[in-house]
């Protein structure tokens, strides 16, 4: 990555939860041009499917009020790839497990399909995380899942 672009400390970052109740990540940062003093507002969205949205206020990412991708939202998606290596899954991981073992938040607490859902984002970022990825997770609850994980 450019040496004049922001660290990965200095990008902003939100966890959405999407309309069919997946977790996408959005990503901004501020991405120096190449051949210029330019610097460019870089914004993306990222779901365990790939880019879902992304915008830069360059001439090319922004022609004609279109958000097409272009070169700057490329260390975006390497800004992605640094916090999955640098423990993200892990860390949210961990923090589930210790939530979900709380009187207040079991899966009680949860509907059937939400329950899924979760378990299919567990299940993405064990991976994501170095863990082995649960084939069969049908007849095991939250709790058995991240409890595979620690």
Not at 10 to 29: F, P, Q, R, W
Not at 61 to 81: K, N
Not at 113 to 120: R, S, V
Not at 121 to 139: E, K, Q, R
């Amino acid at each position: 990555m450019d040496s004049n672009s922001r660290d990965l400390i200095e990008t902003d970052g939100k966890l959405l939860e999407m309309k069919d109740g997946s977790v996408a990540i959005y990503l901004h940062n501020i991405i120096p041009a190449s051949m210029k003093a330019a610097k460019y507002n870089t914004y993306a969205v990222f779901s365990s499917q790939g880019l879902i949205a992304c915008k830069c206020n360059c001439q090319c990412g922004a022609a004609g009020g279109e958000a097409i991708v272009c070169v700057h939202i490329l260390p975006l998606i390497f800004q992605l790839t640094l916090l999955l290596v640098e423990g993200l899954a892990e860390n949210i991981l961990l923090e589930l497990c210790a939530r979900m073992n709380t009187p207040e938040t079991t899966e009680a607490h949860f509907q059937s399909n939400d329950i899924l859902n979760m378990k299919k984002n567990i299940n993405t970022l064990m991976t994501a995380a170095g863990g082995d990825s649960v084939v069969d997770f049908s007849d095991k609850t939250v709790t058995d899942i991240l409890s595979s994980f620690t």
